[in-house]
């Protein structure tokens, strides 16, 4: 049997990282764990419950209802990975809306639910055999990864690409809009003080920004393959 190895992939918001690595995980038979859906998920929650809108972040409500909040994975098998569940229900398309990727970040820079969600992450990735996505997967959650992938776009290739994806799922979107919110995204992200987005020393960099999902998937894979039979 080949060795079971931990996958890192970190990077911008709506670098495709995810799609990459659900096929990688598919081909590898690896467990696939998107973890930006457990920050959204947290989000929706304090969401519906008004602690986070457009005027109010309360933060001291927010530690007071981390006890109440449950995030699972539950595997579909006809989309062939785990979809995330709040407290039991599954909110996999919920979370995708713009109204929490505009509350996202700001949820995500609260240390005790970045502490919640990591304890989570290092329990489901614990025996190996997983690639996970993220923002601070090889520099916090798993410092230690046996392969660590740090990808990149452009701001505008990378907005024109999330823009594309809510067009096509019939959101009516402006274009300005989405790029304004992964503009944000970036800055809040990348300046936030706990776990910021940065590269690990050892991640390897991929630009996509001129690359198709094709070729992406072959770099990656070949990586990985070559991780693996080191
Ligand atoms: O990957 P995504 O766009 O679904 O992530 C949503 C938000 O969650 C993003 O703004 C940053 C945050 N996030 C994080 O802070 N750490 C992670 N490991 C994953 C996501």
Do not use: C, W
């Not at 190996?128 to 740090?150: N, S, Y």
């Not at 706990?194 to 630009?207: C, M, R």
């Amino acid at each position: 049997m080949s060795k079971k190895i931990t996958i890192a992939i970190d990077g911008y918001s709506s670098t495709g990282k995810s799609t990459v690595a659900k096929q990688l995980a598919a081909e590898l038979g690896y467990v696939y764990v998107d973890t930006g859906a457990m920050y959204r998920a947290v989000t929706l929650y304090l969401m519906r419950k008004m602690i986070v809108t457009d005027t109010n972040f309360d933060e001291e409500a927010i530690l007071r209802q981390l006890p109440f909040i449950n995030i699972s994975f539950v595997f579909n098998k006809e989309v062939g990975y785990g979809e995330v569940h709040l407290n039991g229900e599954n909110v996999e398309k919920e979370i995708r809306l713009m109204e929490v990727s505009q509350q996202v970040s700001k949820v995500a820079a609260v240390s005790q639910v970045r502490e919640m969600l990591v304890k989570i992450q290092q329990e489901i990735g614990k025996n190996k055999a997983v690639v996970m996505d993220g923002r601070d997967i090889g520099t916090v959650v798993f410092p230690d990864a046996d392969l660590k992938i740090f990808m990149t776009a452009s701001t505008e290739k990378r907005a024109e690409r999330r823009f594309n994806e809510l067009k096509e799922r019939g959101d009516d979107i402006k274009y300005e809009d989405v790029l304004a919110n992964v503009k944000e995204r970036d800055y809040l992200d990348t300046t936030r003080e706990d776990s910021p987005l940065i590269k690990a020393d050892d991640a390897v960099e991929i630009d996509n920004s001129e690359m198709n999902l094709e070729e992406q998937f072959e770099k990656v894979l070949k990586l990985a393959k070559d991780k693996i039979e080191e």
